[in-house]
DNA sequence: TTGATAGTGAACCATATGGTTCACTGTAAA
DNA sequence: TTTACAGTGAACCATATGGTTCACTATCAA
């Protein structure tokens, strides 16, 4: 139905690694630069790099370079696809667990109306 | 501070692939086996079976097998950490977007003062 | 002008991923 | 009792991922 499959690939990707993960949170605090990131992870400034890329690429992440210094901030609001594609399927999760419950309390009830009957 | 972050690489990394998002859904309607999902999906058993079984990982989705098929059906709802996590983060970028929507409300506002004052 | 600093890109490495084929087991059906 | 069917596991393949080092560019500061 839906055809934005390829960016949720890349938003859901994204979101699969805790160090990435760890990187949106930062920014949720506040603005850092690379060198802050990499820092703050204990990691290589060549692989926050490419953190920051992916998470970009997502646009989860914008960046900008002013002078020699990176700035990365939180990016367009694209958590917004994420959500709704969970948030659509939780629901028909839930009314197919709230179906199983409603089928498993109707046999209960059968069951009850039926050991009464039988006595 | 949290502690599932495996939890939650490993329910993302599920998400981010296409034909796992269409097991999922298809999964919404009705349970499955595996040589269903296989031609559906138009894949090798050997393949959807691989499928199926990062699902099951992710506890997305639960398995049995009963003589010499095995039935897929949704699995305890571990979407809702997924979603949790989304949705907190959401609200903080929200937040974010919100003060900075605010931020560049006043300067406009201070800017019209200006432009005033200084006619 | 000379260092130090921030980031970048290429190359490399180990491991994971998404898929296949092929050989096999167990179950159902004729 | 054969034969067909559903699934499984091992081996393999190409590509992606998460990380590194190293060499390089650009910019800021003394």
Redesign the pocket.
């Known amino acids: 139905m839906v055809h934005y499959q390829t960016r949720l690939d890349?938003t859901f990707?994204?979101l699969?690694?805790?160090?990435?993960r760890g990187v949106l949170e930062q920014l949720g605090g506040s603005d850092a630069?690379?060198?802050?990131?990499?820092q703050r992870?204990?990691?290589?400034?060549?692989?926050?790099?490419?953190?920051?890329?992916?998470l970009e690429q997502a646009g989860l992440v914008t960046?900008e370079?002013?002078?020699?210094?990176?700035?990365?901030k939180l990016g367009p609001r694209q958590l917004e696809e994420a959500a709704a594609w969970i948030e659509q399927h939780r629901q028909l999760w839930s009314a197919r667990f709230d179906a199983l419950d409603e089928i498993v309390e109707n046999l209960n009830r059968k069951e009850k109306g039926n050991a009464r009957s039988r006595k």
Chains 1, 2 share one sequence.
């Open positions: 890349t990707a994204a699969s690694d805790v160090t990435r630069s690379i060198t802050d990131l990499a992870f204990d990691m290589t400034l060549t692989g926050m790099k490419k953190h920051v890329s992916v960046t370079k002013i002078g020699r210094v990176r700035t990365c």
